[in-house]
């Protein structure tokens, strides 16, 4: 064989290998980043978007002051429970932190930190939009009509 051909078949050679092994870590990075998302998902659903209701929507009126850490700490004992497999480490080392001091601000703290930080990395946070004083006078109002509020409002909010 002539040196063209050995070089033809080296460089075909290396373009596959090349190929190749770039293939494989986009396959590996695309197969380990769903799982990751859906873990979060997964906790999210099931251990924070729970706690986070028990702390900050607990709309039982029968419950008392005092009955509240109680009830508070039965709650999430059984979301904990039910979903150990999903609950952060820090999370339940808090939570048993919080019911040896029977004080819950640094627990809801962390929940409301890592709630909004999930929210944010899934892409579920709401967008807050600020309306100046003078539009709200103005929709607040009797003057103006459903429909022409909202062209009003989307003129204030969204000039082109």
Do not use: C
Request: net charge neutral.
């Amino acid at each position: 064989m002539d040196m063209t051909h050995v070089t033809v078949a080296f460089i075909g050679l290396l373009s596959g290998s090349i190929s190749s092994v770039v293939s494989y870590f986009i396959t590996k990075y695309n197969i380990n980043k769903p799982k990751q998302i859906n873990a979060l998902e997964e906790q999210y659903a099931n251990v924070l978007v729970p706690i986070h209701k028990i702390l900050f929507f607990n709309n039982d009126k029968a419950i008392t002051d005092d009955m509240i850490f109680g009830h508070k700490q039965k709650s999430i004992e059984d979301v904990l429970n039910k979903n150990y497999h999903l609950s952060p480490y820090g999370i339940v080392e808090e939570f048993k932190r919080a019911v040896e001091n029977e004080d819950m601000k640094d627990f809801e703290e962390l929940i409301n930190n890592l709630f909004q930080s999930a929210s944010y990395r899934l892409g579920y946070t709401q967008k807050s939009i600020k309306i100046d004083r003078e539009t709200l006078l103005l929709l607040a109002s009797s003057a103006y009509s459903p429909e022409r509020m909202i062209s009003l409002l989307i003129k204030r909010l969204l000039p082109l």
